[in-house]
């Protein structure tokens, strides 16, 4: 009973999180790709359905990972099998952001992803430096060891957000808000 309790508190808390952002517009952020292509989010993303998601410790990076297959399977993937992309039409990025003392190793980060990444992946892969505050604010980033996941609207709306590790009950409500 002691361990449902809590798990039932982060639940709610992770809920009532998302719900603050919900009809925001997405904060400006300046972007970078691994071939330092610079991407300001949600400027560059207009005109359709984007998913993003963003990470800002190596904790958090490691359950943002758990995200990697599912989201490209679904959303990514162009090819000719049953499942392949499922013929969505969305921008997806996955973004670690690089902060305070931290931001010195977006380079070494970008030259690992190059090499260790699966190529048709690192297209998805977007690398922020710089300052924190202004998204923990606009964005209600409570705990640095999550990753959070954000569905922007074709104008730059949030009109769904989530945090955490990938579940099917998560994906779920990522594909709805997408299919509105």
């Known amino acids: 009973m002691k361990y449902i309790v809590p798990f039932a508190l982060m639940f709610i808390a ?53 995200w990697f297959e599912p989201v490209f399977s679904k959303f990514v993937q162009k090819g000719t099998g049953l499942m392949a992309g499922m013929g969505y039409d969305v921008n997806v990025y996955f973004i670690p952001m690089f902060t305070g003392i931290n931001a010195a190793a977006t380079g070494t980060a970008k030259k690992k992803a190059a090499k260790n990444m699966d190529p048709q992946l690192l297209p998805n892969i977007l690398f922020y430096k710089g300052e924190l505050k202004t998204y923990k604010e606009a964005l209600d980033f409570e705990r640095r060891d999550i990753p959070y996941f954000f569905v922007l609207d074709p104008n730059g709306k949030i009109v769904y957000a989530t945090s955490g590790a990938f579940s099917e009950d998560k994906m779920d409500k990522v594909e709805e808000s997408i299919d509105q």
């Open 14 to 66: 992770s809920e009532l999180t998302s719900a603050q952002v919900i009809g925001k517009m997405f904060p400006a952020m300046e972007t970078q790709t691994v071939e330092d292509k610079k991407i300001t989010l949600p400027d560059d993303v207009k005109g359709k359905y984007t998913l993003l998601g963003l990470a800002y410790s190596k904790k958090s990076e490691d359950e943002l990972n758990t």
